[in-house]
């Protein structure tokens, strides 16, 4: 599908990112820098820091949804 807005891009940038396995292995390599082993304390922070990045990314996808094109397959009305 040829990109027909700049929101459809972004939605399709956070998409890539929350699917990439090339962005996995990079916070695979964060956590290592990030949490030394045996120290629980940083991987609980490190581990709800990813869940939060996680729901913010997926937050700007759903606020972008209704700006989508309607033959997108995760276009969503306005409610």
């Not at 040829?2 to 090339?22: C, G, N, P």
């Not at 922070?45 to 397959?73: C, T, V, W, Y």
Request: cysteine-free; hydrophobic content about 35%; charged content about 35%.
């Amino acid at each position: 599908m040829r990109a027909k807005t700049q929101i459809h891009v972004e939605y399709e940038v956070f998409k890539a990112i929350l699917d990439s396995e090339l962005v996995a292995e990079y916070v695979d390599d964060l956590k290592s820098e990030l949490v030394p082993d045996g120290d629980a304390i940083a991987e609980k922070r490190f581990n709800e820091g990813i869940i939060s990045a996680g729901k913010l990314i997926h937050n700007l996808m759903e606020r972008r949804r209704h700006r989508l094109p309607q033959d997108h397959e995760d276009y969503a009305g306005k409610e």
